[in-house]
């Protein structure tokens, strides 16, 4: 069982160096997904996969990128007629996949993760300029929380139908969408039988195998330079947020702004899109509900730091095996 606890105070650790560099036998995938720039290194394996790993990032964003006015998600979230089916091309199977993805974490969140609250913390970073600004709550809580009183899916046979039960129902998935469509990049590759691969998106990282030299170390993300404190990842994730992320979340099963004095929150797990989700949902927590989410969870690999407290006195709150990932100088 994972035991969550507290340290005294905040150790900023620093890596070992590792001089030695190691020449990358394989080759490198670099693009932008959904707004954001990516890098993809294989290790074993010179064989050109970049068309596979285009027709799964394509296949992705057709359906959950919203600057794409073609996209599913734009489709629906301009949609204003109620029960009103939008017929969707699914192909691939992504977005039946990916929906049901999203009910599975926002239960396994307790709902401090949701897809529809999204659309609502994007209202919020617009409106925190303002310090007279007051988010009328009360307001949203008809289009938030997913759930059958927004939407339905309907699949009959190879027909899918994603329909609105209230017209102001929104998604935005494009954090969760772009690391899931890396997990499944990932996924594909490692049918190729490559020996590491290490994918680093917007100050996440996914690694799977064992690299050369330093491959599988990354920042923890601090100010997202090497100089910050480090962690070894292998078959893992890593994501964070900061405070500056947490002025635009919202406690979704409290319908309240976000009251915690975390300042920052990484969580590393075998997979992205888990990382991600829970980096997010964990910051919108207390440090009660933190530990009793893990009394819950407790065979669970979500592993997590988190920096709380005041600029005089900050706190370390950690799981022991995240503490396991850091690299410590000698």
């Not at 699914?90 to 929906?99: A, E, L, Q, S």
């Amino acid at each position: 069982m994972i035991r969550f606890f507290i340290l005294a105070s905040v150790i900023f650790l620093s890596a070992c160096q590792n001089n030695s560099k190691s020449t990358l036998q394989g080759r490198e995938y670099q693009g932008i997904f959904m707004g954001k720039q990516y890098k993809i290194e294989v290790v074993g394996d010179s064989t050109n996969y970049e068309k596979e790993i285009d027709d799964i990032l394509r296949g992705v964003a057709e359906h959950f990128d919203l600057n794409d006015t073609n996209s599913t998600i734009h489709r629906f979230n301009y949609n204003k007629d109620v029960f009103k089916a939008i017929d969707i091309q699914d192909n691939g199977h992504f977005f039946v996949r990916f929906y049901h993805k999203m009910e599975e974490m926002k239960e396994w969140s307790k709902g401090y993760f949701d897809p529809t609250s999204i659309a609502l913390d994007r209202v919020l970073q617009y409106a925190i300029a303002d310090p007279e600004f007051t988010p009328n709550f009360e307001a949203f809580k008809p289009i938030v929380g997913f759930g059958p009183h927004l939407m339905e899916l309907k699949e009959t046979g190879n027909k899918v139908q994603w329909i609105k039960h209230h017209r102001d129902a929104e998604w935005d998935v494009t954090e969760a969408a772009s690391c899931w469509g890396m997990d499944l990049v990932v996924d594909k590759l490692k049918e190729h039988g490559f020996s590491a691969i290490k994918v680093s998106m917007a100050g996440k990282y996914l690694i799977f195998g064992q690299g050369p030299g330093d491959f599988n170390v990354v920042p923890m993300g601090f100010t997202g330079q090497m100089q910050d404190p480090q962690i070894r990842l292998k078959n893992r994730a890593l994501s964070f947020k900061n405070g500056q992320d947490k002025r635009t979340f919202m406690n979704i099963p409290k319908g309240t702004w976000v009251d915690n004095d975390f300042q920052w929150v990484s969580v590393s797990a075998p997979s992205m899109l888990t990382s991600e989700i829970f980096s997010k949902a964990f910051m919108c927590m207390s440090m009660d509900e933190v530990a009793q989410w893990y009394q819950t969870n407790g065979e669970s690999d979500v592993q997590s730091s988190i920096i709380y407290g005041t600029k005089e006195k900050m706190d370390r709150a950690t799981t022991e095996e995240f503490d396991r990932l850091i690299v410590v100088q000698p």
